[in-house]
């Protein structure tokens, strides 16, 4: 895969990325790879990019080790457990490689 990461201005950690969905930030899912379903789970390859409200700044997730380094999500399971976490109360996963699916924290009173 590509690397579309320049410097560290263009990257978010998973600790920043509240901050940035608080704010009205959208996050990105991508997919990279076939994905493969095996049993009852899909494994392929996914990242994340979280876009500004008026979609003029996109900052790539990093892993908390590395910040040159994508963070890359091997299940489903995994993206659906991310946005979750992050308040998220869908998730839409795409399964094209070069796919993409936008997700919004909604602005209800759930928690």
Avoid at 55 to 63: A, F, G
């Amino acid at each position: 895969m590509e690397h579309p990461i320049k410097a560290a201005p263009n990257v978010v950690s998973g600790k920043g990325l509240q901050k940035l969905l608080d704010r009205g930030w959208s996050i990105v899912v991508i997919c990279h790879a076939q994905p493969d379903k095996r049993g009852y789970n899909w494994y392929g390859e996914w990242s994340m990019r979280c876009r500004s409200p008026d979609q003029k700044q996109e900052l790539y997730l990093i892993t908390a080790r590395n910040e040159s380094e994508f963070r890359l999500f091997k299940t489903a399971n995994a993206v659906i457990s991310l946005l979750h976490d992050h308040g998220l109360h869908f998730a839409s996963i795409p399964l094209v490689p070069g796919d993409e699916r936008v997700h919004y924290k909604e602005k209800t009173g759930r928690k």
